[in-house]
């Protein structure tokens, strides 16, 4: 990839992160990348386009993290590996803010709506994190650390539980640093619970 075209990538991700996608000028992606308008077209052809491509970087960019972060962890226990999954998902939202503040807002799905591919990088990014949650229940059960029922919707619950704690981090609603050593102790508790 071109400077040029990854300059524009930054930048577009940067101002979709932080204005939105409707209050991103294509004139202000322009100067702040140093780009031309023809030159953003000529890569991108269009504003919803360049929505797809940093979709397609960060869905990437995203699971490769995920995928390197989780090699190597087959020797944990089925319950350690959710946990070691957890507080990764959490440690990647803080260093990948931008990607994580578009994921959070509403655009880049009600884009999906209409255009494949924006709905195939969201999916994708989400069904990584959920593959990697159920093959961790799995583990868990096989293994005996974990009571709960293993599948998609466990993994749906734990995902849901980690995801809202980093929008109130990323979205700069609550400081949650504090609260993330109490999600592992209640997701501990909750696949771990021994009925009767």
């Known amino acids: 990839m071109s400077k040029k075209k990854s300059d524009i990538l930054k930048t577009a991700t ?26 953003i077209f000529y890569y991108f052809k269009s504003k919803e386009n360049l ?28 319950i350690d590996r959710i946990e070691t999954l957890l507080a ?19 655009f880049p799905y009600e884009k999906a709506e209409a255009n494949a591919l924006c709905r195939e990088h969201l999916a994708s990014i989400y069904n990584c994190v959920l593959d990697h949650l159920e093959a961790a229940l799995v583990c868990g059960q096989e293994d005996g650390t974990i009571t709960a029922a293993p599948g998609n919707n466990t993994a749906m619950i734990l995902f849901s539980l980690v995801d809202g704690i980093s929008r109130f981090n990323t979205l700069r609603i609550y400081d949650t640093s504090a609260l993330y ?16």
């Open 88 to 106: 990764f998902y959490l440690d990647l939202t803080e260093h990948m803010q931008e990607e994580f503040l578009i994921l959070q807002r509403h």
């Open 14 to 39: 940067r101002l979709f992160a932080h204005k939105g996608f409707r209050q991103t000028s294509v004139a202000e992606l322009s100067r702040l990348s140093k780009a031309a308008e023809g030159t």
């Open 181 to 196: 050593s109490d999600l592992m102790i209640m997701c501990r508790k909750m696949l771990t619970f021994r009925n009767g």
């Open 51 to 78: 929505l797809v491509a940093v979709l397609e970087t960060a869905r990437n960019t995203i699971i490769d993290a995920f995928n390197n972060g989780m090699r190597d962890k087959s020797s944990l226990s089925g």
